[in-house]
C-alpha cells in the first residue's frame, strides 16, 4: 500500500524558512515523479512544484518560483520542499502526492494527508 | 481565478444525476488529458478520474468523465449523500512556465 506522510510544517514569521518533508512507502519511489500541492484554508487546490523521477528537472508554479526549492533522496525514498522568503499567501496545507508515470500530466494517484504551514506575525 | 473554470456549486437530489463542467483553452484541455479529483471534508484529494475517462480501481462506475474540445465534464449518477464533496479538474498547460493547473473547484451538495 502506498504511503506519503508529510512533516515539517508549522507557525514561521514572514521572511521565515520551512523544509518540509515527505516519508514515501509501499512503492519504489524512484520509478515516479512526485508533487507538492497547496491549499490555503477554504480555498482550492493549487499545484505547487514538481520533480522527475532523477530529481534533475523541477517545475515550480510561478507563485514560488525563486523562492521554494523541490528536491528528493532517492536513497531514503523522501521528497522535500525548501520554503524560503515566506509570506502570509504561502499558508495553506501542502500534500506530496505521487505522479503516476513521468511529468507532463496532472495525474496524481497516491496523496499524503497534509502537514498545515502558517505564515503570521 | 483558474484558467481552468469551473461552476463553484452544484446540487442534486439522492438517485439524481449531476454534471460538473470544466473550461479551459487549446493549450490545456485542448491537448492534453483531464483529470478529476474528490476531496471529501476534512481529507486529502482522491483520483477519481483519469485520462479523461478512465476509473482508477475502486472508483465505483457512477462516476464518468468526458472531454470535448477545450471542455470536460464529470458526471455522477445515482448520486449517493456520501459524493457530497468538493471536485477538481486540473491538466497541464503547454503554455504556461507552471504547467500544471487545477480547476476553482465545484462543492456538491446532496439535498
Known amino acids: 500500500e502506498v504511503q506519503l506522510v508529510e512533516s515539517g510544517g508549522g507557525l514561521v514569521r514572514p521572511g521565515g524558512s520551512l523544509r518540509l518533508s515527505c516519508a514515501a512507502s509501499?512503492?519504489?519511489?524512484?520509478?515516479?515523479?512526485m508533487n507538492w500541492v497547496r491549499q490555503a484554508p477554504g480555498k482550492g487546490l493549487e499545484w505547487v512544484s514538481t520533480?522527475?523521477?532523477?530529481?534533475?528537472?523541477?517545475y515550480y508554479a510561478d507563485s514560488v518560483r525563486g523562492r521554494f526549492t523541490i528536491s528528493r533522496d532517492n536513497s531514503n525514498n523522501t521528497l522535500f520542499l525548501q520554503m524560503n522568503s515566506l509570506r502570509a499567501e504561502d499558508s495553506a496545507t501542502y500534500f506530496c502526492?505521487?505522479?503516476?508515470?513521468?511529468?507532463?500530466?496532472?495525474?496524481?494517484?497516491?496523496w499524503g494527508q497534509g502537514t498545515l504551514v502558517t505564515v503570521s506575525s | 481565478q483558474s484558467v481552468l473554470t469551473q461552476p463553484p456549486s452544484a446540487s442534486g437530489t439522492p438517485g439524481q444525476r449531476v454534471t460538473i463542467s470544466c473550461s479551459g483553452s487549446?493549450?490545456?484541455?485542448?491537448?492534453?488529458?483531464v483529470y478529476w479529483y474528490q476531496q471529501l471534508p476534512g481529507a486529502a484529494a482522491k483520483l477519481l478520474i483519469f485520462?479523461?475517462?478512465q476509473r482508477p480501481s475502486g472508483v465505483p462506475d457512477r462516476f464518468s468523465g468526458s472531454k470535448s474540445g477545450t471542455s470536460a465534464s464529470l458526471a455522477i449518477s445515482g448520486l449517493r449523500s456520501e459524493d457530497e464533496a468538493d471536485y477538481y479538474c486540473?491538466?497541464?498547460?503547454?503554455?504556461?512556465?507552471?504547467?500544471?493547473?487545477f480547476g476553482g473547484g465545484t462543492r456538491l451538495t446532496v439535498l
Open positions: 502526492a505521487k505522479s503516476r508515470y513521468g511529468v507532463g500530466d496532472a495525474d496524481f494517484d497516491s
Open positions: 520533480i522527475t523521477l532523477s530529481g534533475i528537472t523541477t
Open positions: 487549446s493549450s490545456n484541455i485542448g491537448t492534453n488529458y
Open positions: 509501499g512503492f519504489t519511489f524512484t520509478h515516479f515523479a
Open positions: 485520462r479523461n475517462t
Open positions: 486540473a491538466t497541464w498547460d503547454d503554455s504556461l512556465s507552471g504547467p500544471v493547473i
